[in-house]
């Protein structure tokens, strides 16, 4: 089993930044590559960043790219999502995920708000 623990949301004006931590614990090794996923309410839960732990290689869709960056520190067993130029459009609970191979996210963490005004 591997446990997540999401910090690091809140209230921010448009333009701000924020960064989300995601600190994994248990049987982390067996894990593939870590996600950041958001959902707005009435909304499908997306995938907003993901990166994987051996290599480092990214990924981002073309709503965030440019403005988010995910990060990990493999010591501390930690993934950082970095957030700028944030828009209204980016409020939602964000979601850090672990995934046991490529696209099988089967960890989850409880989830942070993250919510931007106008």
């Known amino acids: 089993q591997v446990q997540l623990v999401e910090s690091g949301g809140g209230l921010v004006q448009a333009g701000g930044s924020l960064r989300l931590s995601c600190a994994a614990s248990?049987?982390?090794?067996?894990?593939?590559?870590m996600g950041w996923f958001r959902q707005a309410p009435g909304k499908e839960r997306k995938r907003v960043a993901q990166?994987?732990?051996?290599?480092?290689?990214?990924y981002y869709p073309d709503s965030v790219k440019g403005r988010f960056t995910i990060s990990r520190d493999n010591a501390k067993n930690t993934v950082y999502l970095q957030m700028n130029s944030l828009k209204p459009e980016d409020t939602a609970v964000y979601y850090c995920?672990?995934?046991?191979?490529?696209?099988?996210?089967?960890?989850w963490g409880q989830g942070t708000q993250v919510t931007v005004s106008s």
């Open positions: 995920a672990a995934a046991s191979t490529i696209n099988a996210y089967i960890y």
């Open positions: 248990g049987r982390t090794f067996n894990t593939y590559a």
């Open positions: 990166i994987t732990w051996s290599t480092g290689s990214t």
